[in-house]
């Protein structure tokens, strides 16, 4: 018998803005570029946290550096821990306020701000949904 060592999947804690304009009425999606993972899909604004970072200083960082606007980031929604095919994430995310700056695409193809009833004409990975659940819950 050969046993064949399966490699451990990545794992990488990533954190979520959910930024809502001054109304709180709309919140900010973004649409991945058309290669990589996940390409074309529509996610919420975040990534990976770096060794030393804190959860809030992660997301106001990969908000400025995505979309070029200024957020303070607020409350907790929710963890989510979710395994893809190849990776394994933890999502850790929060609300956050518009402070300052028209968004631009940078770092994705497109942006819009959507209400959360819009949210479901957009196709978001599959750990988003509860997210998505989680506003509904608790606005
Ligand atoms: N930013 C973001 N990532 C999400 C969401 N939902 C979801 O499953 N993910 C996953 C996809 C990716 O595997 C991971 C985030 O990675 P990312 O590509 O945004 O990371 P990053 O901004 O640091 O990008 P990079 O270093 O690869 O350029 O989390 C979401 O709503 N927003
Ligand atoms: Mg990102």
Redesign the pocket.
């Known amino acids: 018998m050969t046993n064949v060592a399966i490699p451990p999947k990545k794992y990488?804690r990533?954190g979520?803005g959910v930024v809502w304009d001054r109304d709180r009425q709309r919140i900010l999606i973004d649409r991945?570029l058309p290669e990589?993972?996940?390409a074309g899909?529509w996610?919420?604004?975040?990534?990976?946290i770096e060794p030393d970072e804190d959860v809030a200083a992660c997301i106001k960082r990969?908000v400025q550096?995505?979309l070029a606007i200024e957020v303070e980031v607020g409350d907790h929604l929710i963890t989510i821990d979710?395994e893809?095919e190849t990776?394994k994430?933890s999502?850790i995310?929060h609300h956050c306020r518009h402070i300052s700056g028209e968004p631009q695409a940078i770092?994705c193809s497109e942006i819009l701000w959507v209400t959360v009833d819009d949210l479901d004409s957009y196709q978001?990975?599959?750990?988003?949904y509860q997210?998505v659940q989680a506003l509904r819950n608790k606005i």
Not at 124 to 128: E, G, Q, S, V
């Open positions: 990488r990533i979520v991945r990589g993972e996940l899909y996610e919420f604004p975040g990534g990976k990969e550096e995505e979710h893809y990776l994430v999502l995310v770092a978001l990975p599959a750990a988003n997210i």
